[in-house]
């Protein structure tokens, strides 16, 4: 055989989806048909060009020994330290120019080789198939030097017959993959672009008979109690259902009592599909997914999605996910409450669906298909809307489709994302419809609801979103009978989301609102040796959108964030209220389906923060949307006359699939009593000797007023106001918007650099009174200051008195006060814990006593910005010092100045000084979700304005 020794690479540019594959048929594993895996060790060379190498690689023979190895599944440029080129991140702008269908001359491609021996016992009936099931952005393939075609759809399922070119021995399997094709310009998804054979290469036999496709149709009668199972089979066989009794042939519909799927309760039956050739493992649910009553209803019940998006991520291996991996995405949504995941902006590994049935997670499962930087031109070119690429496109939501069918957690199918409007998306909409009305048609872009069946938006105000709850929107007349789903809300870039809360308490209140989807679930930090985790620019990209792929509630290692854990409590499918005073609580089922049977009640009783007494809680397995009130036990007597409150707690009773029995599922908090405030007598007067005043048991400089020293712990850096803080992504917004944007005008009027001027220290018969005034350089406005220190002889207090001069026109982003210690690493606090919290994310934040180290206050975010407070605290200790609040205060410690920790791009930016830097804020301004969504709501504005708040210090020696 000869090979061109100009390759013709036409195909990547050309529109159309690909040439050689077989129609898309559904995913499963065989129960006794063979398959090969051929993941592992390849061999690969990387070209500039796609034209750079002949296409005698994939000949016979062709000796690749000198070839660099790789790891497939995978993506070359995550492997080799570099040497195969790096990746690439953007949020829309695509990395090449803007001229459809054509791509960059330097268009990396890289030719693997695969060399298999083919099992001595692999059937000899000629029948097998090829199967890709991810490959970005265009691949060419030939087998034993013949080529089988090429194909685009980076995540969608290819297959190719390759039964009467295998050969017994050795094989040789060749693949040319080019990063840039035609089809990088309908995957415009706000990821990293990562070219590679990313998923499962695998060679399936397809025994005679076998069935080519199939598809399960489980519906469930809610009056009844019953389901209708029908499994359509391109070639007759017989379906068995064993735990339901069911022997049927296929086609034939058969009605039996069920039960039902849902995310809550995903019974799934076993069953078989027999065909001559093989034998199919079936997993059924039934279930039934309507639009009625301008509502999306499964079993006859309206559903409240608690959901996040879910880009496929791991920090080393790019998109290549292992099963175990998929895994413990979903237990951690479980086990934080979500009920729902949308698969932004692809189909997922269809193993993952698989574990969605298993434990039970409802999805929207999106097209492989974006075209953002379109936008740019004001969507002009758009392919969706250019007749052209209506193949291409049709055949991606066939592929979606097809594989992903019968999958009952699968409620939706999504169109795509961000790709603007136009007659392709139009005949996707009607084409799923078509082939499967049995479920709804979702696509954020389409706001007149022309196509699909929900109304979809993302970052809608919670203003917004309570207008279209109240039906005040308007919109077209079948939008108005629609429901509504924020498909993204909540941008979890950073330190974030704010306002979670103020959104669930819209979604529980309006019926058209039937919740959202938070972007999005990870990090997509890259694992670096001298970074800790790379983001966009950190590989000397041309053009890139920085830390805006670092948007997840976890972080890349998938660690929970603060994010989740505050999500996880917004969203409990428990809620649990009291009076403290009474000892009366009220608890309310918000399951959609599951009553309250798999949970066990418990209270416990705390003074002062520490438990004194518990025991268990009788509640009623209350149905979906019942409450009950239930009495407390009488509290504990106990003769400390602390601070009390009452603990209740949900917690799963017995062990399940996806938590260990005794995993907190939902908990409420209420106060028992009043909090006892510190209060200290005036009874010490300063004294001053030479250059220093002492006053009970603290020293100051003479002339400045600067504390020195309490007892013996010395105090580096005096305590005086701050109102910065390092900022926030949510902070700083996003470039586009014309919101407010604080943290720029904060850095604009200069809170970064305030000036302290001292106006006087005066030594009074009672106190030491020391007053200043605290202003940013070339502004008028300033803060007039006072700082009153008194001492009862054993304890000092401190209140500080802040008054606004001048025109205050923006909030503050922190009012207390920040100093320095020199030794300081166990933490004690009594108050909100055990994580960070912020005046808008703080529904997580539980009081009570808490320990930790001051490198365990910190928040390991991905871009270093503020981080780390802690809420409601009555007192802290730390240094040698312990401090307590009047009122309650938030709470800061770490071992870099604000400064320092604005300043740093990477968490390795960071190094330990010699000092401790203690931050005590009367207040903070909220967080918002402003790096893509709204702000912080204004009740969580701290305005400048007078203010009074006070510390009382004293030792612990």
């Known amino acids: 055989m000869s090979y061109r020794t100009t390759p013709s690479v036409d195909y990547v540019e050309d529109v159309s989806p690909g040439s050689g594959a077989l129609p898309p048929r559904a995913w499963y594993a065989s129960s006794d048909a063979r398959s090969l895996s051929l993941n592992g060790s390849w061999r690969l060379r990387v070209s500039a060009t796609a034209d750079a190498e002949d296409e ?63 099992p001595t016992d692999w059937p000899s009936d000629g029948g097998a198939v090829l199967r890709f099931d991810g490959v970005e952005s265009c691949a060419r393939v030939w087998l034993n030097g ?22 017994p021995g050795r094989n040789v399997l060749a693949v040319r993959v080019h990063q840039w094709s035609a089809g990088s310009y309908l995957e415009d998804q706000d990821q990293w672009w990562l070219p590679g054979i990313f998923r499962d290469v695998t060679l399936l036999h397809r025994p005679a008979g076998s069935p080519g496709d199939f598809f399960v149709h489980a519906s469930y009668d809610h009056t009844t109690g019953e389901g209708t199972l029908r499994v359509d089979s391109d070639v007759e066989g017989r379906v068995t259902v064993p735990a339901l009794g069911i022997d049927v042939a296929t086609g034939e519909p058969i009605t039996v009592a069920v039960e039902p799927w849902t995310a809550e309760t995903p019974r799934l039956y076993d069953g078989v599909l027999a065909t001559e050739g093989e034998r199919v493992p079936l997993r059924i649910g039934f279930r039934t997914v309507v639009l009625e009553d301008g509502l999306v209803k499964v079993n006859g019940r309206a559903i409240l999605f608690r959901g996040v998006n879910r880009h496929e991520w791991h920090p080393r291996h790019g998109r290549a996910l292992d099963l175990e991996t998929m895994r413990e995405d979903v237990l951690l949504m479980k086990r934080h409450n979500l009920n729902a995941v949308r698969t932004s902006h692809y189909p997922p590994h269809p193993a993952f669906l698989d574990l969605c049935d298993e434990y039970g997670l409802w999805v929207i499962d999106e097209c492989d298909l974006e075209t953002h930087g379109f936008v740019e031109q004001d969507w002009r070119d758009n392919p969706v809307d250019d007749e052209r690429w209506t193949p291409a496109l049709l055949d991606r939501a066939a592929r979606m489709v097809e594989r992903d069918k019968n999958h009952p957690s699968i409620v939706f199918w999504s169109l795509g994302n961000e790709a603007g409007t136009g007659r392709g998306l139009t005949a996707m909409a009607e084409w799923i419809h078509g082939r499967d009305p049995e479920r709804l048609v979702h696509y954020e872009g389409d706001w007149n609801c022309r196509d699909t069946d929900v109304y979809s938006r993302m970052y809608a105000s919670h203003e917004e979103v309570a207008g279209i709850g109240q039906r005040l929107d308007g919109g077209t007349h079948k939008r108005r009978e629609l429901p509504f789903i924020q498909c993204e809300y909540g941008h979890a870039m950073g330190n974030g989301p704010g306002g979670l809360a103020d959104y669930q308490e819209l979604f529980e209140k309006h019926e058209r609102l039937q919740g959202g989807f938070i972007w999005e679930w990870i990090d997509h930090g890259v694992e670096h040796a001298e970074l800790g985790y790379a983001y966009g620019g950190d590989f000397g990209e041309e053009l890139h959108d920085g830390n805006f792929v670092c948007d997840g509630l976890v972080f890349p290692d ?55 007494e518990s025991g268990s809680l009788a509640v009623p397995a209350l149905a979906p949307g019942e409450s009950a009130e239930v009495k407390l036990p009488e509290p504990p007597v106990d003769g400390r006359g602390g601070e009390r409150q009452w603990t209740v707690r949900a917690l799963l009773a017995d062990d399940t699939s996806w ?59 005096a305590p005086r106001l701050d ?62 200051t006072v700082y009153r220190w008194t001492s009862d002889g054993e304890r000092l207090r401190l209140t500080v008195s802040v008054t606004p001069e001048g025109d205050w026109t923006v909030p503050l982003p922190r009012l207390g006060v920040r100093f320095g210690l020199p030794e300081a690493d166990r933490v004690e606090w009594f108050g909100g814990g055990p994580g960070e919290a912020y005046p808008d994310t703080r529904a997580a934040s539980m009081v009570g006593r808490w320990q930790s180290t001051v490198d365990g206050l910190q928040t390991p975010y991905v871009r270093p910005q503020e981080n780390g407070a802690r809420a409601d605290v009555r007192w802290v200790e730390l240094g040698g010092l312990r401090i307590e609040g009047d009122p309650e205060f938030w709470f800061t410690a770490r071992r870099w100045t604000t400064e320092q920790l604005d300043a740093a791009r990477h968490r390795t ?10 931050n ?38």
């Not at 930016?909 to 203690?918: F, H």
């Open 558 to 612: 998938r660690t929970p964030s603060p994010g989740l854990i505050e999500y996880k409590k917004v969203i409990e499918p428990v809620l649990i209220e009291g009076d403290g005073t009474n000892g009366t609580v009220w608890v309310t089922n918000k399951h959609d389906f599951a009553d309250l049977s798999a949970l066990a009640f418990e209270w416990s009783c705390q003074v002062d923060g520490e438990t004194v």
């Open 909 to 918: 930016d960071l190094t330990a000084g010699d000092t401790v830097w203690v």
């Open 659 to 717: 938590a260990a029995k005794g995993h907190v599922v939902a908990w409420g908090q209420f106060a028992a009593g009043a909090r006892p405030l510190p209060s200290i007598p005036a009874t010490d007067r300063p004294v001053r000797d030479g250059d220093r005043i002492t006053l009970g048991p603290a020293g100051f400089d003479a002339r400045t007023g600067a504390l020195l020293s309490i007892g013996g712990v010395a105090v580096g850096a």
């Open 146 to 167: 013949t080529e089988l075609g090429e194909f685009k759809g980076s995540r969608l399922a290819h297959e190719f017959t390759v039964g009467e070119l295998l050969k």
């Open 56 to 118: 005698s690689f994939a000949e016979e023979g062709y000796d690749a020994g000198n070839w660099a190895e790789v790891t497939v599944p995978g993506h070359w440029v995550l492997q080799g330290d570099g040497a195969f080129g790096s990746p690439i991140y953007t949020n829309h702008l695509y990395p090449f120019p803007v001229d459809p269908p054509y791509v960059p001359t330097e268009n990396p491609t890289g030719d693997h080789l695969r060399v298999f021996d083919l």
């Open 920 to 957: 005590l804020d009367h207040g903070l301004h909220g967080i918002g979700s402003q790096s893509c969504g709204p702000g912080p709501l204004p009740q969580y504005f701290l305005k400048a304005e007078p203010a009074e708040f006070s510390f009382v210090f004293s030792t612990t020696e």
């Open 723 to 784: 109102v910065w803080r390092a900022t926030t992504d949510n902070d700083d917004g996003a470039e586009w918007q014309t919101d407010t944007r604080y943290g720029m005008l904060w850095r604009t009027l200069g809170l970064h650099r305030m000036r302290h001027r001292l106006v006087s220290v005066e030594a009074g018969d009672d106190a030491l009174t020391v007053r200043t005034r605290v202003a940013p350089a070339a502004r008028e406005v300033g803060l007039d």
